[in-house]
């Protein structure tokens, strides 16, 4: 099936998908805080350099940052207690410009989650947010590899019951940004914690959800976006 496009003639953009795929830390919420604060707790842990640590954890499952950081450890241990870190500190944890508005406009069954959480840390934060816990999403767990790989929104766009050509994802890092476009879908990057220059390979780049209308036509979602976009 043929990539959708973004109609761009003239602002506002518009893209017409069947489904939606949000990452979660920095596109959903901001837990920034807690996600540096936990790792850096464990980094001086386990002897590593914290700066080191920061620069390679975003958008990027735990046991991968692990495995990158200290392959000499256990991975799915350490993953178990930089977890517990996070679950402990939820202080600072808030819902980014535009979220919920966008979420109260879209079909319950059309769209979820993909993120690099676990399972677990991924319904606490969400709980914690007040927002909506799809029954079902992508975390760590679901998949064998993740972002930069396709497999995490490939498995997010079967789990919608849709072709990766008919989905949008939005997403705020490099490697989330890569991962959805290997696996073919229409990808809108935010800047909340990456800049521009780190997100080129995006379809769109926005600041954050807000000024994002909804239109629906049987099956079909058109977003436009009212704000600036590139």
Not at 18 to 23: E, I, N, R
Request: hydrophobic share 40%; net charge negative; charged share 25%.
């Amino acid at each position: 099936m043929k990539k959708m496009a973004i109609v761009a003639s003239s602002s506002p953009r518009r893209v017409t998908c069947k489904g939606v795929l949000f990452d979660m830390d920095g596109v959903l919420i901001s837990s920034l805080g807690s996600v540096e604060r936990s790792w850096t707790r464990w980094a001086r842990l386990r002897g590593v350099d914290p700066e080191r640590v920061l620069k390679v954890i975003h958008g990027r499952r735990t046991i991968d940052s692990v495995h990158a950081l200290r392959p000499d450890l256990d991975p799915e241990a350490e993953t178990q207690i930089i977890e517990d870190f996070e679950i402990e500190d939820t202080d600072g944890l808030v819902v980014l410009p535009g979220v919920c508005e966008l979420i109260e406009r879209l079909p319950r069954n059309c769209w979820t989650v993909v993120t690099s959480a676990t399972d677990r840390l991924a319904r606490v934060r969400l709980g914690a947010a007040k927002l909506p816990v799809p029954e079902r999403l992508i975390t760590a767990e679901t998949v064998a590899a993740g972002k930069p790989d396709p497999a995490p929104y490939l498995a997010g766009a079967k789990l919608l019951g849709l072709s990766p050509a008919d989905c949008v994802i939005f997403e705020d890092s490099a490697s989330g940004v890569a991962s959805g476009r290997a696996a073919g879908c229409t990808v809108i990057a935010t800047t909340f914690s990456h800049p521009s220059e780190q997100l080129k390979e995006a379809d769109c780049i926005v600041t954050d959800l807000t000024g994002i209308e909804v239109d629906l036509a049987g099956d079909a979602i058109e977003l436009q976006f009212l704000s600036p976009a590139r």
